[in-house]
T-cell receptor, first 116, second 115 residues
Framework: AQKVTQAQTEISVVEKEDVTLDCVYE???????LFWYKQPPSGELVFLIR??????QNEISGRYSWNFQKSTSSFNFTITASQVVDSAVYFC?????????????FGGGTRVLVKP | EAEVAQSPRYKITEKSQAVAFWCDPI?????LYWYRQILGQGPELLVQ????????DSQLPKDRFSAERLKGVDSTLKIQPAELGDSAMYLC?????????????FGPGTRLTVT
């Protein structure tokens, strides 16, 4: 069965520091997708990034970057030069190609607090 | 920009009462999802619709929960009777199709408190 683990429950940083969020996943499928979502205090989940299992190229998008390593089943996410507006709960999620539909399995989330 | 609409945003109900939540997905999105998020945890899928048909309701407590999407557009999630353990955020999401990897767009959620 699929599983997503976010070991960090809360991270506190000072503005402009970098923040790296860890995500480890379990799946028996060879084709799958990994996501990062942000949930600000308002409650709405906001899509940030998506990666498929065949593309391990790591990229940077603005202040966001990610490190996908299939060998260790990890999909870590970094916010560079953090800002107060980055304070939120961040969720890593997994979608398996074989599963019915497009079910997302979420990790427990990591709360990020950016202090001015 | 198109958004997923949900109402009400907040609901307080007493134990054993009935409660219903409404969701209107982004226009043209064939797939609709209901997730439940208990405080401090990640969301968990309750039910998924493709048009008006249920694709996955394996995690829906069918003795008290029901969901429908009669015309394949908006959807209603009902709980009857509500229990204290149902207190949570109920999130609705939609996607263009139900292919793995399709981006899901989430609504603002309905925060339910059962007293």
């Amino acid at each position: 069965a699929q599983k997503v683990t976010q070991a960090q429950t809360e991270i506190s940083v000072v503005e402009k520091e970098d923040v790296t969020l860890d995500c480890v996943y379990e799946t028996r499928d060879t084709t799958y997708y990994l996501f990062w979502y942000k949930q600000p205090p308002s409650g709405e989940l906001v899509f940030l990034i998506r990666r498929n299992s065949f593309d391990e190229q790591n990229e940077i998008s603005g202040r966001y970057s990610w490190n996908f390593q299939k060998s260790t089943s990890s999909f870590n996410f970094t916010i560079t030069a953090s800002q107060v507006v980055d304070s939120a709960v961040y969720f890593c999620a997994l979608s398996e190609a074989w599963a019915a539909g497009n079910k997302l399995t979420f990790g427990g989330g990591t709360r990020v607090l950016v202090k001015p | 920009e198109a958004e997923v609409a949900q109402s009400p945003r907040y609901k307080i109900t007493e134990k054993s009462q009935a409660v219903a939540f409404w969701c209107d997905p982004i226009s043209g999105h064939a797939t609709l999802y209901w997730y439940r998020q208990i405080l401090g945890q990640g969301p968990e899928l309750l039910v998924q619709f493709q048009d008006e048909s249920v694709v996955d309701d394996s995690q829906l407590p069918k003795d008290r929960f029901s969901a429908e999407r009669l015309k394949g557009v908006d959807s209603t999630l009902k709980i009857q009777p509500a229990e204290l353990g149902d207190s949570a955020m109920y999130l609705c999401a939609s996607s263009l199709a139900r292919l793995a990897g399709d981006e899901q767009y989430f609504g603002p959620g309905t925060r339910l408190t059962v007293t």
